[in-house]
């Protein structure tokens, strides 16, 4: 769930370039007695109270077609409401990020709990000048991308969520998101213009319950999680484009051995147009990205409908390891035109296996290496806390 570094092999980037930057980053003051060793031990070998706040945050360096280089960096921070760890732990996430071709990016992740777990907050924001390869509508799209698009892009979505009876929430939603200063470029024959590419604004409200069983957000260990809601987008709100969103996210985390896990989920969620309407090519539902179908580039399918499923066994750690553990994982997905039209035999497929090293002893929170592949290629993934 927080963002660290994210690889993909049809965008050419590297690990080893984000490891070496931290080693530079960190022996460059090799000079001042003891930095290292110090900071060694703080993040690695942390010994502060386990009530206490932790935080983390390191640079990130990555290198893509699109961008050039990359210079980012990342930081979180993780608690317990009034440092109680009774209260569920609350995490805050932010990664930024600029471009030797003038792009630029922010993210924030949160999900923060208040004392006694009463109110919920969930939500993200991000914020980038950044290229999309964009591979047309539909579970059809060609394998090579029809156009790349680009363009300035804001999106906060955000629950605020009350706690009605033990585990069980309920609250307001609202999603606001922003495209403009567009430009189409690399258009192939097959490119067919979609709706808001021409940049838009929309602004959805709705209302969202949630169950929640897990203590740890970054790292559930048992338990279920499901989360059901609805969001109406119309010109009353300012919209400029009028649609309904309706979305369910069922998660079940399951106890199997000391220190492993199973971990399943399944997704649904679909879009409605309005009357004489369509929804934004960027609001549609999409395969892909570091948490569901890893190992697809986000919005290598997209269309108003989508289900998908997927499991992961996890050692945290392993039996003969205090810090190293592992997973393995694999999901299937379908796009559509709506969740009627959705067919078995149009599923697409992802697989992998990744490596994981507890960071915060205290808090459980482990850092992820995700190698992921499918049927079209494969991708990399580094990130703290687990996808799902």
């Given at each position: 769930?927080?963002?660290?570094?994210?690889?993909?092999?049809?965008?050419?980037?590297?690990?080893?370039?984000?490891?070496?930057?931290?080693?530079?980053?960190?022996?460059?003051?090799?000079?001042?007695?003891?930095?290292?060793i110090k900071l060694w031990n703080k993040i690695f070998n942390d010994t502060t109270e386990s009530a206490k706040p932790k935080f983390i945050a390191y640079p990130v360096l990555t290198f893509t077609p699109e961008t050039s280089w990359q210079f980012g960096a990342s930081g979180l921070l993780v608690y317990n409401a009034k440092k109680n760890l009774n209260n569920r732990l609350s995490e805050l996430a932010a990664f930024t990020f600029v471009t030797l071709e003038s792009q630029y990016g922010l993210s924030i992740?949160?999900?923060?709990?208040?004392?006694?777990?009463?109110?919920?907050?969930?939500?993200?924001l991000r914020l980038q000048q950044f290229p999309l390869s964009y591979h047309g509508i539909g579970i059809d799209a060609p394998q090579e991308p029809v156009a790349?698009?680009?363009?300035?892009?804001?999106?906060?979505r955000e629950r605020l969520l009350r706690e009605l009876s033990e585990n069980f929430y309920m609250g307001l939603e609202f999603d606001f998101n922003h495209l403009n200063a567009v430009e189409i470029s690399e258009q192939g024959a097959d490119f067919t213009v979609p709706a808001g590419v021409e940049g838009f604004t929309n602004l959805g409200f709705g209302?969202?319950?949630?169950?929640?069983q897990r203590h740890n957000v970054l790292n559930p260990r048992k338990g279920l999680f499901v989360e059901g809601g609805f969001l109406r987008y119309n010109e009353g709100f300012g919209s400029d484009y009028s649609f309904l969103n309706y979305f369910g996210d069922f998660r079940y985390y399951q106890p199997t051995f000391r220190n492993q896990l199973l971990a399943y989920q399944f997704l649904v969620n679909t879009t409605v147009p309005g009357t004489n309407d369509e929804v934004p090519f960027n609001q549609l539902s999409l395969i892909g990205g570091e948490s569901l179908m890893r190992g697809y580039y986000l919005g290598r399918y997209r269309d108003n409908a989508l289900v998908a499923t997927q499991a992961e066994y996890r050692f945290l750690p392993f039996p003969f390891s205090r810090r190293f553990g592992g997973a393995i994982f694999g999901g299937v997905a379908t796009v559509g035109s709506s969740l009627n039209s959705l067919?078995?035999?149009?599923?697409?497929?992802?697989?992998?296996?990744?490596?994981?090293?507890?960071?915060?002893?205290?808090?459980?929170?482990?850092?992820?290496?995700?190698?992921?592949?499918?049927?079209?290629?494969?991708?990399?993934?580094?990130?703290?806390?687990?996808?799902?």
């Open positions: 769930m927080v963002l660290s570094a994210k690889f993909h092999t049809r965008k050419a980037a590297s690990l080893p370039l984000v490891i070496g930057f931290l080693l530079i980053a960190s022996t460059s003051y090799a000079q001042e007695e003891g930095f290292v992740d949160h999900a923060l709990y208040t004392d006694k777990n009463r109110y919920f907050f969930l939500g993200k790349t698009i680009e363009g300035f892009s804001f999106t906060l209302i969202g319950v949630v169950y929640d067919k078995a035999d149009q599923l697409r497929a992802s697989g992998g296996l990744g490596a994981r090293f507890l960071l915060f002893p205290g808090k459980d929170i482990f850092v992820r290496f995700d190698y992921a592949f499918t049927r079209e290629g494969s991708g990399y993934y580094l990130f703290i806390g687990e996808a799902f």
